[in-house]
C-alpha cells in the first residue's frame, strides 16, 4: 500500500446513500453526513436518497 492517497477518501464524489431501518421507520444515508427523513416505507427513503447527491449545489463552502 502506498503512504500517500492521491485522491482523498471525502470529497464531491464520495456520495454513497444506503437506507436504514430503524423500527418501522427507515431513512436515507450519506457518507458525507447527510440524512433524510424517517420514512414509513424504504421505498421513500430510497427516494429520498436518489435524491440527495449533488443534484443540487448543496455542499458548497
Ligand atoms: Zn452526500
Request: some cysteine; hydrophobic content about 15%; proline content about 16%.
Amino acid at each position: 500500500m502506498p503512504p500517500n492517497h492521491p485522491s482523498a477518501p471525502a470529497g464531491p464524489e464520495s456520495h454513497r446513500t444506503t437506507t436504514t431501518e430503524r423500527g418501522s421507520f427507515c431513512y436515507a444515508h450519506c457518507t458525507c453526513g447527510w440524512r433524510g427523513p424517517s420514512r414509513r416505507s424504504r421505498d421513500k427513503a430510497r427516494t429520498d436518497a436518489s435524491t440527495h447527491p449533488p443534484t443540487t449545489p448543496d455542499h458548497r463552502p
